[in-house]
DNA sequence: TTATTTGCAAAAGTTTTGCACTGTA
DNA sequence: TACAGTGCAAAACTTTTGCAAATAA
């Protein structure tokens, strides 16, 4: 059975809120979607699926899945907000394509050695962070890539 | 005389745009103000010398110095827009402190070091990168800092 | 039964655009 | 003179909110 759902019902008895038909449902189906849409594209998929969930409830089930660690919110560089599952904690990398815009995730435990050390030395507590890296991908940067 | 002047009018020239006084008057305002403030904000700055410029220009002029490599768009954990002055070229790194949303900028060769190991690794060419660490600010984390 | 949640529509906030007028080159 | 830029107001988006009806605990 889902994990992620054991977990939002977990965060919704801990939190006095209640599980709902709709909040399990939008989860379900924000599960199987790609990273990286926007609220808007989310809340279409939900709406072929159940056309009675409204937006705003989408806009407050999002919400509630970043508070249960379910999902991450990410603003690149449009400033657009866009949704991203979340497995375990600390923090994530991304290399975003200028070109395509394309996002692809990375890890890499260096980076978290290098902001421990910066945040000694500024007497910063850490919680979480994120590399952006913005760029060409292969695909983008290739020899037939010369098109915009 | 000013440097970031200088550089907006060649920005201008080489880009056959022209020349105007809203333009030079909003980069010199831009430059006198703290950084990670709003179009509002940075408007309603414009707005209290000149009443006479809109927001419009506001909006328009910082795109163009975003172009002109003059400022840096941020989009930190809020969505919200802001913007930063910016000199030399590279990426830049931030510790953004989650309650009282101070952002302080910092530099780390490592991190561009990481960087370009992880690119080589994943056929991406890297531009330009931006490290966002979310945590608690020293004056945050101290004892006296138990109210929210 | 009681408090939370939902869906809708309206409101609020942010950014862009159309257009007549102004100003630069 | 020609064409880019400006200011204003309207339009386009995105996100939040108020409220009556529905629903979970």
Redesign the interface.
């Known amino acids: 059975m889902n994990e992620a759902l054991r977990v939002l019902r977990e965060h919704l008895k801990r939190a006095g809120l209640k599980r709902t038909s709709q909040r399990e449902a939008i989860l379900r189906i924000f599960l199987e979607l790609p990273d990286f849409l926007s609220v808007d594209e989310i809340a279409r998929a939900v709406g072929a699926r159940d056309r009675r969930i409204g937006m705003s409830t989408v806009y407050r089930s999002l919400k509630l899945f970043v508070e249960a660690g379910l999902a991450r ?1 990410h ?5 657009r ?1 866009t949704f991203e599952k979340s497995g375990g904690g600390g ?1 994530r ?1 991304y ?1 975003i ?2 070109r395509c815009h394309r996002v ?1 995730p ?1 890890e ?1 435990p ?2 978290e050695a ?2 421990d ?3 000694r030395g ?17 695909r983008c ?1 290739g020899p037939a890539a010369e098109e915009d």
């Open positions: 919110e603003h690149f560089l449009t400033g907000t923090g990398n290399l394509c200028t692809q990375f890499d260096l980076i290098v902001r050390k910066v945040c500024l007497s910063f507590t850490p919680d979480f962070n994120r590399l952006e890296v913005y760029g060409l991908c292969s940067r």
